[in-house]
């Protein structure tokens, strides 16, 4: 079974720029993730959807990002404008339906350095 | 007060020795708690999960939960190079199925 696919997995942007991670979840997981990972943190969660909608984003920063999910399949996350304090790794992750904790898959996230 | 507490280490031990990870909690809903090994540049895998107190055991590694003083436990017996991760631990409560983890703690095992 295919995990769950992140790209890209490295990117390096200027502070007031944009950027988009891409995110494929485990085929026929309906939960999707998307954390954020500051170094010597544990992951936090921004946004979680449920098929193709949002099911909580209390955490999700509105004035400079936002996530979708097309289809309830892939998701998307983009932040615009880029602040310094944005440096981290974003993690997606996702489990075959709500509520099942302890079934999360990971994927290896994408590392973004903001300069 | 953060809602997690976890050591961050580092925790460097040789080969073959016990290693004992730990996490305080403030909130007491929390019901379902896991822990998650997280080996560099990748995501976390889920390692151990346990509903409510006790211990639960799975080959090397044995967690244990003390809900009464709202401290969990994760034991490596027998470390090997390979355990070498950083370790989060993490907990939600019954309605929620937010996760709120803890900040990890790197572990080295030496050979």
């Known amino acids: 079974e295919a995990g769950v696919a992140q790209s890209p997995r490295y990117k390096i942007i200027e502070k007031r720029q944009s950027v988009a991670f891409w995110c494929n979840p485990i085929?026929?997981?309906?939960?999707l993730y998307w954390y954020q990972q500051i170094l010597g943190q544990g992951p936090k969660l921004l946004i979680q959807?449920?098929?193709?909608?949002?099911?909580?984003d209390s955490q999700l920063p509105k004035d400079r990002f936002s996530a979708e999910r097309l289809k309830g399949v892939d998701s998307t996350l983009k932040i615009q404008p880029a602040k310094l304090e944005d440096s981290a790794v974003y993690l997606c992750a996702s489990s075959p339906r709500q509520g099942l904790v302890n079934e999360q898959f990971f994927g290896p996230g994408t590392r973004l350095t903001v300069l | 007060q953060k809602e997690v507490e976890q050591d961050p280490g580092p925790l460097s031990v040789p080969e073959g020795a016990i290693v004992s990870l730990n996490c305080t909690y403030s909130n007491s809903a929390f019901q379902y708690f896991m822990w998650y090994r997280q080996y560099s540049r990748k995501g976390p895998e889920l390692l151990m999960y346990?509903?409510?107190?006790g211990n639960k055991e799975d080959g090397r590694f044995t967690a244990q939960v003390d809900k009464s003083s709202k401290y969990i436990s994760l034991f490596i017996r027998d470390s090997q190079p390979s355990d070498s991760a950083t370790y989060l631990c993490a907990m939600t409560s019954f309605n929620d199925y937010k996760l709120s983890f803890g900040a990890g703690t790197t572990v080295t095992v030496r050979a």
């Open positions: 085929s026929g997981h309906a939960t």
């Open positions: 346990t509903y409510s107190s």
């Open positions: 959807f449920q098929n193709n909608g949002v099911v909580d």
